[in-house]
């Protein structure tokens, strides 16, 4: 075997393979001798048809299919010996392939670019300090007393916080348009669901009350035709019902599974599962630190191959995503730049912790693999059943020793960065749009 490397452009090789005659045809020849023993062919007996009927019949599609097998076998002979690493499946172009003649083949791809890593010193991160406060437990009931409530009507005026059931007609310009109308629609006053003003119009009518308002639809509104226009909305209310939260109670503390203690057992589980939730935030915020610090140090070539790999898997999980709301036959191809600039950062993150891997020697701590596997059971009832099932399931532990081995890749450029310690509240960390 005869190879030559050629650097066509970027990341971009090229291998050009000869392999000797002999090899090949010896191989054509024992694939259709093997042929000739099976084949049924009219007018001949099974095992008896002539070797020359054989090669007329099957030959060139023999010799495709055997070439491409040895083309394969050879590129990877050759990446071994040239010690070369490729990103992506090559592309094959046979230049001779024919009887009595070498084999000879390009196959073109791309490589895995050269990082280098330098001022990881220089990333800086701002590290929260922050715990659960009793306030914060205390404002978590309230969310939870909300989640459980309950309506009872009243006929005073609406306010913020109580639900409509209305009817609203809609027009633009003197004409109706498409979602102007709807019958027995509840509206919670606050939620923030309709275009600005129409819930403070709202706000203060009774039942059976009948009015029109005039709000402005937002010029950033979704449907063009809307953008900006003036409006009027018949409004018809037929019911106003106001929230009534339960009781903090051990009746309350059953609704959440706890059957002994009563509240001061479910004050414990709420502010367990809040802290392991602030832990996972607290960790999540530092890594999208060092990363955004990593990316920005760094320029790194990316093979175009592994870009549109993982434009794939992004369109195929949001793929998955829309099936649960969608009919299949209804999905759209996702086009592929909803996904590019998203594929191009994973790929980039995976190279550049991937020489951090390389660099530092680091190797899967299973004591972390553990307690990662222990983290995500204990929020299921069963923590047990959870870390037993992982242990039985090889791909999910492969998973999980991924994630343990891009997290102390993460935690080592913690070490090596500049790192504030900031305090910081519950609120802050949980829902930075919220402050």
Same mark, same amino acid.
């Given at each position: ?24 045809? +010896? ?46 076998? *050879?590129?990877?002979?050759?990446? +071994? $010996? ?22 000879? =083949?390009?196959?073109?791809?791309? +490589? ?120 009027? =909305? ?21 609704? =959440? ?46 093979? $175009? ?33 909803? =996904? ?19 660099? *530092? ?25 959870? +870390? ?13 020793? *991924?994630? $343990? ?31």
């Amino acid at each position: 075997m005869q190879v030559s490397v050629e650097t066509t452009q970027g990341l971009e090789r090229r291998l050009t393979i000869s392999v000797p005659a002999e090899k090949v045809d +010896v191989e054509v020849k024992n694939r259709l001798r093997q042929m000739s023993k099976t084949q049924r062919i009219n007018g001949f007996r099974p095992g008896k048809v002539p070797a020359s009927v054989i090669q007329k019949r099957f030959g060139k599609s023999v010799r495709q299919e055997v070439a491409g097998e040895i083309m394969q076998r *050879n590129f990877v002979d050759a990446i +071994v $010996a040239e010690k070369i690493n490729p990103a992506g499946r090559p592309s094959f172009v046979a230049k001779s392939n024919e009887d009595g003649k070498a084999l000879e =083949f390009e196959a073109t791809f791309e +490589v895995y670019p050269e990082v280098e890593l330098k001022d990881l010193d220089k990333i800086t991160i701002e590290r929260p300090q922050v715990e659960v406060t009793d306030a914060d437990l205390d404002e978590m009931f309230v969310t939870l007393q909300k989640q459980h409530q309950t309506w009872k009507e009243h006929k005073g005026e609406s306010k913020e916080g109580d639900k409509l059931t209305l009817d609203f007609s809609g027009r633009v310009d003197g004409e109706d348009f498409d979602g102007g109308k709807a019958e027995s629609f509840e509206l919670e006053l606050g939620a923030g669901r309709m275009i600005p003003g129409f819930e403070k119009e709202v706000t203060g009518m009774k039942t059976g009350d009948e009015k029109t308002i005039k709000v402005t639809f937002p010029e950033d509104y979704h449907a063009e035709k809307l953008k900006g226009k003036d409006a009027e =909305f018949d409004i018809v209310v037929h019911k106003i019902e106001t929230p009534e939260l339960p009781e903090i109670d051990e009746v309350f503390a059953k609704l =959440f599974g706890i059957e002994e203690g009563g509240v001061e057992a479910l004050r414990v589980e709420v502010r367990k599962n809040m802290t392991r939730e602030l832990t996972q935030a607290v960790k999540a915020k530092v890594k999208t630190q060092v990363l955004d610090g990593l990316l920005a140090g760094h320029d790194v070539d990316l093979p $175009a191959a592994l870009v549109t790999q993982e434009v794939d898997v992004l369109r195929q999980q949001a793929m998955q995503r829309f099936q649960g709301k969608m009919d299949p036959k209804n999905l759209p191809q996702l086009p592929t730049e909803m =996904f590019t600039e998203q594929a191009e950062r994973r790929v980039k993150i995976g190279l550049l912790l991937g020489e951090v891997i390389k660099v *530092n020697e680091l190797k899967v701590d299973e004591t972390k693999v553990n307690e990662l596997i222990t983290s995500a059971a204990s929020a299921y009832e069963d923590p047990k059943e959870v +870390v037993e099932y992982y242990a039985k399931n090889k791909e999910l532990m492969q998973q999980m020793q *991924n994630v $343990a081995l891009e997290e102390q890749a993460v935690e080592l450029l913690v070490e090596k960065a500049d790192v504030a310690d900031k305090k910081s509240s519950f609120k802050e960390i949980m829902n930075p749009e919220a402050k």
